[in-house]
């Protein structure tokens, strides 16, 4: 069994039900350019300086605006090795301040795992009990870009090679101790007698002695840490630029994904708990149809229309599109044909079965087509876009109906980029529009972290939360 980053046999990376598969590896099956996984390596950004400079303060500002599951943020802090009850009993006289106080050893193996599209579970530091086991981990997926924060990210050679970028948060030391005191006392159980002794004796030696001399290293330095807002916005456009290169919407220009909100956000992760129930999974995953399919008719072409208004003004609008069905793809694509039927009056809309067979491919089982399909502009439905097998299969099938590929929309909730990789290199005319786009597949196809087996939580075909496709 692999063990975490704590040296404890437990869980790197995991999906619901397996190992995550290196993304680059799944992609080498689509025959992806070179060019296009060339994202594999996360860019990492290492955030240094002293205590209350506003290390976390920077990086958390930097993540709520960024809202994005790219990027990921870890904390030196949960790498302060664990402390004996000896050093416990005299904590008073323990250097939290000397880079011996951190495991630096395990965070870069936690480090190196991320880089290997691996998931690692990192303790949460409780400065309050001065450990690492008393709060529950938080998991944290490979990301596309890594942020690296605590007093000491800059002192040690091999972690700074880990890094593109370095920043140092330089904060005047007064009005650093001034927020350490307050802050210890509010937050960190502390009074103010135990931060100053605290400082002198070890916070400011340290300070002296290995975080100022590795401001040198860094590439970047902010000086009033979170109220410099200039220097938080530059180093967001420089992550947003990072983040573009391998988005897979600016490889694929017909990739739609909706804007994220933190309404959305909140909608997928209820949807993703494993906890939540059947009627909240159906009424939160109805919700966020509905968002997809009003999106992607944001797609059809339209005409232009006047009419007069009951006031006797002439307002200029549009038409919607009049030659339009859907087409859902048995049996999780029919939990979208209710949001597509409310913003659609009297839609047609098919079916088509497609079952997998065996490692042969994928077989045709079923279809109900509208007859005059080859006149219409299609919506085709499936609220999970994986491999993109089926897909593939559904849309060939269309194409061979007398669709043009340019009248195709794929909605889905959730996209694998192998799914996009394999859909957007077949037919670069269709669009698809999802709400994310998740990290990989697994090995057994799932999606990572996906949300399960979307049909059995939507029609409530499993007894309990496991959710097997
Ligand atoms: N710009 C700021 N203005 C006022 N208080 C701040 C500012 N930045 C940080 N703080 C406060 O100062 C304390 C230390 O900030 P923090 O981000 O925890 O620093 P670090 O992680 O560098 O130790 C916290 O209580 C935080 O809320
Ligand atoms: N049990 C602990 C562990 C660490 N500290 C102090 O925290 C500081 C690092 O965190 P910042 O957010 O301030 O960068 C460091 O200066 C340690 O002295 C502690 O007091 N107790
Ligand atoms: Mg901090």
């Known amino acids: 069994m692999d063990s975490d980053c704590n040296g404890n046999p437990m869980a790197i990376c995991l999906g619901i039900n397996g190992k995550i598969e290196p993304i680059n590896e799944v992609i080498e099956q689509h025959q992806v350019s070179e060019a296009e996984t060339s994202h594999k390596q996360p860019f990492v950004i290492g955030v240094a300086g002293g205590t209350a400079s506003g290390k976390t303060t920077v990086c958390d500002m930097i993540i709520a605006q960024l809202r994005d599951q790219r990027v990921v943020l870890i904390n030196q802090d949960s790498f302060y090795r664990i402390l004996s009850d000896e050093q416990l009993r005299q904590v008073h006289d323990y250097n939290f301040d000397h880079p011996h106080a951190f495991d630096t050893e395990q965070l870069l193996c936690c480090m190196e795992k991320l880089q290997h599209g691996q998931a690692v579970d990192l303790p949460n530091y409780d400065f309050k009990s001065h450990k690492n086991y008393t709060l529950p981990a938080r998991r944290v997926n490979p990301a596309d870009v890594i942020i690296l924060e605590g007093i000491l990210v800059l002192h040690d050679p091999h972690v700074r090679e880990l890094m593109n970028m370095k920043i140092f948060v330089d904060t005047d030391a007064d009005l650093r101790l001034a927020r350490r005191i307050r802050r210890d006392t509010v ?118 229309k006047q009419v007069t208004t009951p006031i006797g003004c002439i307002y200029t609008g549009v038409d919607f599109c009049k030659k339009l069905c859907g087409v859902s793809i048995i049996r999780s694509g029919e939990s979208m044909e209710n949001a597509l039927r409310a913003c659609c009056k009297g839609i047609k809309i098919g079916k088509l079965l497609i079952h997998r067979d065996g490692d042969n491919g994928w077989q045709l089982i ?63 005319r269709l669009k698809i529009v999802t709400s994310e786009i998740d990290v990989a597949l697994s090995k057994e196809f799932q999606v990572i972290p996906g949300m399960g087996g979307f049909g059995d939580r939507y029609f409530g075909t499993v007894e309990t939360n496991n959710h097997n496709p």
């Open 366 to 428: 079923y279809e109900k087509l509208p007859t005059d399909i080859s006149a219409r502009h299609v919506l085709l439905l499936d609220p999970v876009l994986a491999t993109g097998n089926s897909a593939i299969k559904a849309i060939n099938l269309l194409l061979h109906k007398g669709v043009p590929e340019s009248h195709i929309i794929f909605l889905n909730l959730i996209s694998a980029p192998e799914g996009i990789h394999a859909v957007c290199k077949k037919f670069p």
């Open 187 to 304: 937050e960190r159980g502390r009074d103010v007698r135990s931060v100053l002794d605290q400082y002198s004796k070890f916070v400011k030696p340290a300070f002296d002695d290995f975080i100022l001399p590795s401001k040198k290293h860094a590439d970047i330095i902010i000086p009033r840490g979170g109220d410099n807002h200039v220097a938080i916005d530059l180093i967001l456009q420089h992550i947003l630029t990072k983040l573009g290169q391998h988005n897979l919407c600016k490889i694929y220009p017909n990739v739609y994904v909706i804007h994220s909100t933190f309404q959305i956000r909140g909608m997928h992760t209820l949807i993703r708990d494993v906890k939540t129930t059947k009627h909240d999974f159906v009424f939160y995953a109805d919700r966020l149809i509905r968002l997809v399919v009003e999106h992607g008719l944001g797609h059809l072409p339209f005409t232009e």
